[in-house]
DNA sequence: TCTGGGGTCCTAGGACCC
DNA sequence: TCTGGGGTCCTAGGACCC
């Protein structure tokens, strides 16, 4: 990543071992594609230096969005390098499976395979209407079948919820472990929140039966709360409230949202 | 997919207010 | 007292991503 700052790229991690680089500033002069295949030296070099530091090989997409420049880093997967130039974008889309556009998973898939389309060029040429198929996602997904994206890269860490959760090793209703398993996740919020100086006014907790049936129940407050202590009693609330241990639990989960600034912590109360 | 954990976004119904 | 609409918040569940 510090390499990658060294070319003056505006970053957005994806994950552990994944990032967007845009580097319109450094090529911007250029007609599209020229820009793109300029950055090629760039990216071996990349590729290179992550191999002699670090031994690890690496993957690169180049494109002009994100969505394409994910799709050519799919192509061809380890130790790969894909430029897709715009104009051939299209053509590069259409015998990929549907699955592939992000945002298209398994319900998605199974819909459009019943119209019929399995692949981004029978999506691309789909005259009926998307949002039949895939619901408002449906205008968005025709555009990524045709390459468009004009999704800016995201950049700060805005959080807008944190949670824990532990499936047991044996379905359990026993009260001590699930208030210790509570008691546990809440002080991991707890010190989230307040490494991140913010507080939550909603609170959820979230349980799983051996039969896989998941229920989330949740409560807001008025005062942003971030003390553990506040989090575990409100989430022993609403375990008992809605008497949501009545059979054995799978999985047990407690998660804050609504984050905003705390007050005075001399004012939280509860 | 006999199924782990931490997230985001969307939908839909109901409460409540004007 | 009943009816209608819009806006916002809360809640629950689900699809999807890494």
Do not use: W
């Not at 959080?159 to 002080?187: G, H, M, N, P, Y």
């Not at 409100?234 to 809605?242: D, I, K, S, V």
């Amino acid at each position: 990543m510090a390499l990658a700052a060294q070319t003056g790229a505006v970053i957005e991690p994806m994950s552990i071992d994944e990032a967007y680089l845009e580097l319109s500033a450094r090529y911007r002069d250029n007609e599209a594609d020229a820009a793109l295949f300029e950055s090629l030296p760039l990216a071996r070099h990349l590729k290179q230096t992550i191999f002699s530091e670090r031994g690890l090989t690496a993957t690169i997409g180049i494109a002009a969005n994100k969505l394409l420049a994910k799709l050519a880093s799919d192509f061809q997967k380890p130790n790969g390098l894909t430029l897709v130039p715009e104009r051939d974008k299209v053509a590069f889309l259409r015998p990929l499976p549907v699955r592939a556009i992000p945002g298209v998973g398994p319900v998605t898939e199974r819909a459009l395979r019943q119209a019929g389309l399995t692949t981004v060029g029978q999506v691309q040429d789909y005259p009926g209407d998307l949002r039949a198929l895939a619901g408002s996602f449906g205008p968005k997904l025709k555009r990524f079948a045709f390459g468009e994206d004009d999704r800016p890269l995201e950049i700060g860490d805005v959080i807008k919820s944190v949670s824990s959760e532990e499936t047991f090793a044996r379905d359990t209703d026993d009260r001590r472990v699930l208030r210790a398993c509570l008691r546990e996740q809440a002080a991991e919020i707890s010190a989230e929140l307040k490494a991140r100086q913010l507080g939550a006014r909603t609170v959820q907790v979230k349980v799983r039966y051996g039969d896989f049936k998941t229920l989330t129940r949740q409560l807001s407050v008025e005062e942003p709360l971030f003390e553990a202590n506040d989090l575990y009693r409100l989430g022993c609330f609403l375990l008992g409230r809605e008497k949501l241990v009545c059979r054995p639990l799978r999985l047990l989960g407690l998660a804050v949202s609504s984050l905003g600034e705390p007050q005075d912590p001399q004012l939280s109360l509860l």
